[in-house]
Nanobody, 115 residues
Framework: QVQPVESGGGLVQPGGSLRLSCIAS????????MAWYRQAPGKQRGLVAA???????YYPDSVKGRFTIIRDKTKNTLYLQMNELKPEDTAVYYC?????????WGKGTLVTVSS
């Protein structure tokens, strides 16, 4: 399977934590650039975390200090650790892996932050 597969979404209360996982084939996991995006209802898809081939990470201000992107090459898995979740973090979260002319997206996992 070429496309990565996300898991770990669900319902969580404000202030809680979730860890999303994105597993890919060994070949796909060699691509240098990986990222997590999210799309809330009625909004455009936006970047929430990225990691480059040199392990440099990037976070927009909206999640900086709360979200962490982790790449585990031993498990071909990309993680997104999300802490201090807020209702505005509610969205479908997508994993993306790209490089060398290839660009793969997962189907997404839903995260709902609500009391």
């Amino acid at each position: 399977q070429v496309q990565p597969v996300e898991s770990g979404g669900g319902l969580v209360q404000p202030g809680g934590s979730l860890r999303l996982s994105c597993i890919a084939s060994e070949t796909t996991f060699t691509l240098p650039a990986m990222a997590w995006y999210r799309q809330a209802p009625g909004k455009q898809r936006g970047l929430v975390a990225a990691i480059n081939g040199d392990d440099t990470t990037y976070y927009p201000d909206s999640v900086k200090g709360r979200f962490t992107i982790i790449r585990d090459k031993t498990k071909n898995t990309l993680y997104l650790q999300m802490n201090e979740l807020k209702p505005e973090d509610t969205a479908v979260y997508y994993c993306n892996m790209r490089g060398h002319g290839m660009d793969y997206w997962g189907k997404g996992t839903l995260v709902t932050v609500s009391s």
